[in-house]
């Protein structure tokens, strides 16, 4: 009896790890320290500009505890019920380092609103906090003979005990979904931590996710939970073999067999899709070649524009690889797909394709404007019975973050939201697309007509984010478009933040709700919305 309670309080319940990491100070702290700050001062080049560290990227060092009774211009509706949460990376410390994460989120009860931010308290984040400053490294670092000196620099902590690594490194600041009454803070090198919003709207960390220890490889920022039957979907990818492993997870929270899914290389896949009976994975040429990153003074991940993109469509049940059917397209890297799903033979990905991605904004090197960066909404079908595959251009550049109604997850539907970008990770406007228009290939820039059916645009010098969709009634009984679009907005004039709430089926110019937030929020990354009856859900727990 003892031993069951030891390893219930260890595990916090339900799969959730108690995060406590035991990290060590001294001496050889010390000397690694020293060693690393003169690799800094000797191969780092502080003149750059440090793009994501200042302006509105610029990271809130304190977090906010819940503020109540906001100023709302307009009003918000009764499906707003709920918390509206964003994630992105927010670094305590100036980093030499690694990343953490902040949740910012508004608490909407009966047309009144609450702002609340906090940490994302990861293993990363406590080790950090008990040194006092920045130990880990980030992901953009790893350039060039640097990169590969940072690597080596966070395993010889490792080795040394100084940093306790057991429980991963990640940071959970990339993306956010709710499943099994969790809503879970993701990042794609790392298991899930599990959140849980109180009564209050306050945002608490449970710890780590690791479904009673079933989960041993990362787990992707962007799995896909079936509204109809109420599964998760997910995958992890590794630089070791296998590089690809699906998994699925039941509705009351059971992590079923891994799937590995056997590819050439370890390449790096942020995102992929499911329909009714499939799931979809991408083999897309961005390999993981720590070789070319010091040769080539690179980032660890390398675009080759002479690989073709591969398609891989298995039954979402399948206990192997072995019915995996393999699908070719031209050359291309996709973030962010919006949905899937089956018509006859065809299984139809709606996707924001890129071409020829460049990834050193990943290591803060950020253009004001953005200079052959094709990223725009395409429809991709690949034929089961005779093999093939095709695609076609859907619109103009530059498009990222679809969301679509989820209701409709994996079935076929008719609208997509998107934003509209104008430099990486600044947001100048909502797109609406119409999938049953025909889209007006002669236009060179998003704008109004063909299968663009409303844009709200954010105004010069106001930035947004990531918007969600939240349904007027939940379900599939109502009009698909029928419902709200929630997403944070920041005025680089007057240094404000705002949630706006704008009407999703007309999308007119006129928000529905303007909430003015006490703190300023920084860009991030994605959101999610987490309904009344999700609250009342978790809040059992």
Request: aromatic fraction near 12%.
């Amino acid at each position: 009896m003892p031993e069951i309670m030891a390893e219930e309080e260890e595990h916090g319940g339900a799969g959730v790890v108690v995060v406590d990491p035991k990290p060590s100070k001294g001496f050889t702290s010390k000397v690694v320290d020293w060693l690393e700050k003169l690799m800094v001062k000797l191969m780092f080049d502080s003149s750059q500009p440090q793009h994501y560290l200042s302006g509105n990227f610029a990271p809130v060092r304190d977090e906010t505890p819940p503020c109540k009774n906001l100023p709302v211009i307009g009003y918000l509706p009764e499906c707003l019920n709920g918390e509206f949460v964003r994630v992105g990376p927010n670094p305590k410390f100036s980093p030499v380092a690694g990343y953490h994460c902040m949740i910012h989120g508004l608490h909407i009860k009966d047309g009144k609103a609450t702002y609340v931010s906090r940490y994302v308290r990861t293993s990363r984040l406590k080790q950090e906090e008990y040194f006092g400053g920045a130990k880990f490294m980030k992901v953009g670092d790893l350039k060039g003979l640097f990169g590969l000196i940072m690597v080596h620099m966070q395993m010889l902590r490792a080795k040394l005990k100084i940093l306790d690594v057991s429980y991963g490194a990640g940071t959970g600041n990339t993306a956010l979904v709710y499943h099994h009454g969790k809503l879970l803070a993701l990042s794609e090198a790392d298991k899930p931590y599990a959140i849980k919003v109180l009564e209050d709207g306050d945002l608490q960390t449970l710890g780590m996710l690791d479904y009673d220890k079933r989960l041993t490889h990362s787990f992707t920022a962007h799995p896909k939970v079936d509204p109809f039957t109420g599964e998760m979907f997910t995958f992890g990818y590794s630089h070791t073999p296998p590089y690809i492993t699906y998994r699925v997870i039941s509705k009351d929270g059971f992590m079923h067999d891994p799937v590995p899914i056997t590819i050439s290389d370890p390449i790096m896949m942020h995102d992929f899709a499911i329909t009714e009976n499939y799931a979809i994975f991408m083999d897309l040429p961005l390999y993981f070649r720590p070789k070319e990153m010091v040769k080539e003074k690179k980032l660890i991940f390398t675009f080759d524009a002479t690989k073709k993109a591969r398609f891989g469509v298995l039954p979402r049940y399948a206990k192997n690889e072995l019915q995996i059917k393999w699908f070719e397209l031209p050359n291309c890297f996709i973030f962010h797909n919006a949905n899937a799903w089956e018509e006859e033979d065809e299984i139809v990905l709606i996707t924001c394709r890129l071409e020829n991605p460049n990834l050193d904004f990943v290591g803060g090197e950020v253009k004001e404007k953005l200079e052959n960066f094709g990223n725009e909404l395409y429809e991709m079908r690949f034929n089961m019975k005779t093999g093939s595959a095709s695609q076609r251009k859907l619109s103009a550049s530059a498009v990222d973050f679809p969301r679509v109604n989820e209701s409709y997850t994996g079935r076929k539907q008719r609208y997509v939201y998107g934003t509209i970008l104008d430099s990486i990770a600044k947001v100048t406007g909502i797109i609406k697309f119409d999938l049953h228009a025909e889209p007006d290939l002669g236009k060179s820039k998003l704008e109004l007509g063909g299968n663009v059916q409303g844009i709200f645009d954010l105004g010069i010098g106001r930035f947004g984010s990531e918007a969600i969709f939240v349904p007027r009634e939940p379900g599939i009984t109502s009009q698909e478009d029928d419902g709200y679009l929630i997403f944070f907005v920041h005025d680089e004039k007057t240094g404000k933040s705002f949630v706006n709430v704008i009407d999703a089926k007309t999308m007119s110019p006129d928000p529905v709700a303007i909430v003015e937030l006490p703190n300023r929020v920084p860009y991030g990354f994605h959101a999610f919305f987490v309904t009344d009856e999700q609250l009342k859900e978790q809040a059992k727990l």
